[in-house]
């Protein structure tokens, strides 16, 4: 039992209780599909910790997990570029699809045998685009918004810091992976994921938090 | 040289702090972007305030100058020709037959007509304003010719009129009010030569006279020129430009410019 109880299922857990909370009377469904992905994300943990303990390789439900990942996170690029009537939301399908050709391809190289890194690696560089496009758009936009209470800028900033401070990892991937070097009696790729999960949730639940208090108000003031 | 497990796991951490750190940077310059961003907003706005309460003095000013008109000319020509009108029909006795007395009367009466008419375009200058800058100074300029002894030339060169800039043009309309008052009361002058210039992205308006001019310098020191004052800031307001040109015994001549599509 007490395996169940990392860095990463914690912070997933309280992320989503976070935003069952926070999302769960929420009227736009775009927000609400928030706490079923991070439902998702915490079984996912769990499930993956339950196969660790019984000696199985992991590595599938991760990878199955990628697409839902690929999936969630492009649905929201699209929905926020949607809000700045930007033209780059029309790509989506264009992305979706090269991320299936590479996704397929790279599982057909390895035979469904291991986690397709370099999938993650693409994936991760064009969500660090995506986050700067986004900051782009916030500039350029003519109308103010107060930054430190916007949802939406929280849940890409906490995008930005996962992809981007995982750029190290996705490189020495293969080494990490290979090596397995564990300087605390943890692997290095884990305990840097554990700080990377440890601010992308953090980010979230601020913005959860602020899409809670932002829908109070306009509900109080109507 | 081959890199130890050590090195490379310390390598590792550092690369992740680094592009940990370069989000941080980069989220900071946004908000930072963003409060100025803010700044320049509320300036904005402060000055789209400062523009309307202009505008809305600049109306009140038009209206106030076309009431005082109408009081002028109701007490001046109308009243006068009315009472002219009233002594000769009592002047009229009914058993004789007095034609050249009622014929005056006619005449008077028709000319009292002619100064309603008159007094009632005057009043729908108001509306022509809004659409059309030269026809509202040309109402103007018939105005002060009937009443002075002012030679006036009036050119009109607009090619075309905006209506969403039909704001500026009423406080344009104002500041040639404000000129043509300062020529009729300081300048002494006789002939007054008024051009609306419209050239791609500008509408110029140019007021000269050959009155006895006064030294700019010195009217902006001696603090009588706030007419002067005043036409410069709403000049500059409408993001405009006012040049005068001014010598003493050598007549004024007054450019105010401003973007116009």
């Given at each position: 039992m007490h395996a169940y109880f990392t860095v990463?299922?914690?912070?997933?857990?309280?992320?989503?209780?976070?935003?069952?909370?926070c999302l769960f009377n929420e009227r736009n469904n775009f927000w609400k599909s928030f706490i079923f992905y991070l439902l998702i994300v915490y079984l996912v943990e769990t499930s993956g910790v339950y196969l660790r303990t019984l000696k199985h390789n992991n590595s599938m439900l991760y990878t199955a997990f990628l697409v839902a990942e690929c999936a969630m996170m492009s649905l929201f690029f699209y929905h926020l570029y949607e809000?700045?009537?930007?033209?780059?939301?029309?790509?989506?399908?264009?992305?979706?699809?090269?991320?299936?050709?590479?996704f397929t391809l790279e599982l057909s190289e390895n035979r469904f045998a291991a986690f397709p890194y370099k999938t993650a690696a693409v994936m991760s560089v064009v969500f660090v685009f995506a986050s700067c496009y986004f900051y782009l758009l916030v500039i350029k936009d003519e109308h103010f918004r107060q930054l430190g209470s916007y949802p939406s800028?929280?849940?890409?900033?906490?995008?930005?810091?996962?992809?981007?401070?995982?750029?190290?990892?996705?490189?020495?991937?293969?080494?990490?992976?290979?090596?397995?070097?564990?300087?605390f009696g943890i692997s290095v790729r884990y305990t840097i994921y554990n700080?990377?999960?440890?601010?992308?949730?953090?980010?979230?639940?601020?913005a959860f938090i602020c899409r809670y208090r932002q829908r109070n108000l306009s509900s109080s003031s109507l | 040289m081959q890199i130890s497990s050590k090195e490379l796991i310390f390598l590792i951490f550092i690369i992740t702090f680094i592009f940990?750190?370069?989000?941080?940077?980069?989220?900071?310059?946004?908000?930072?972007?963003?409060?100025?961003?803010?700044?320049?907003?509320?300036?904005?706005?402060?000055?789209?305030?400062?523009?309307?309460?202009?505008?809305?003095?600049?109306?009140?000013?038009?209206?106030?100058?076309?009431?005082q008109n109408i009081a002028d000319n109701l007490h001046d020509n109308i009243g006068q020709l009315l009472s002219l009108t009233s002594v000769t029909l009592s002047s009229i006795s009914p058993e004789s037959s007095q034609h050249e007395k009622i014929k005056t009367a006619g005449d008077l009466t028709i000319r009292a007509i002619r100064e309603l008419r008159q007094l009632s375009k005057m009043m729908s200058a108001?509306?022509?304003i809004k659409k059309n800058l030269g026809h509202a100074i040309a109402v103007e300029l018939d105005w002060l010719k009937k009443g002075t002894e002012f030679s006036i030339k009036f050119k009109d060169?607009?090619?075309?009129?905006?209506?969403?800039?039909?704001?500026?043009?009423?406080?344009?309309?104002?500041?040639?009010q404000e000129i043509l008052s300062n020529i009729i009361k300081h300048a002494q002058a006789s002939v007054i030569t008024i051009i609306l210039d419209q050239v791609p992205g500008l509408l110029s308006l140019s007021v000269k006279d050959n009155g006895k001019g006064f030294a700019i310098e010195e009217k902006m020191k001696d603090g009588a020129g706030m007419g002067l004052h005043n036409i410069s800031k709403r000049a500059m307001m409408m993001s405009?430009?006012?040049?005068?040109?001014?010598?003493?015994?050598?007549?004024?001549?007054?450019?105010?410019?401003?973007?116009?599509?």
């Open positions: 990463n299922t914690i912070t997933e857990l309280i992320c989503f209780l976070i935003s069952l909370y809000k700045y009537k930007s033209k780059a939301a029309l790509t989506l399908y264009g992305w979706l699809a090269l991320f299936m050709v590479i800028f929280w849940i890409v900033n906490g995008i930005l810091f996962y992809y981007f401070g995982g750029t190290a990892c996705n490189i020495f991937y293969d080494y990490l992976v290979h090596q397995q070097i564990s300087p700080v990377l999960n440890i601010l992308l949730y953090s980010c979230w639940s601020y | 940990l750190l370069a989000p941080i940077f980069l989220i900071t310059y946004i908000t930072v972007y963003n409060k100025k961003k803010a700044k320049y907003l509320e300036e904005k706005e402060e000055l789209r305030k400062v523009f309307e309460l202009e505008l809305l003095k600049s109306q009140i000013e038009v209206q106030e100058r076309l009431m108001q509306e022509v060169n607009t090619t075309h009129s905006n209506e969403e800039y039909a704001d500026k043009e009423l406080i344009l309309f104002r500041l040639f405009g430009t006012l040049s005068i040109h001014s010598n003493p015994g050598s007549g004024t001549e007054i450019l105010v410019s401003i973007p116009y599509l």
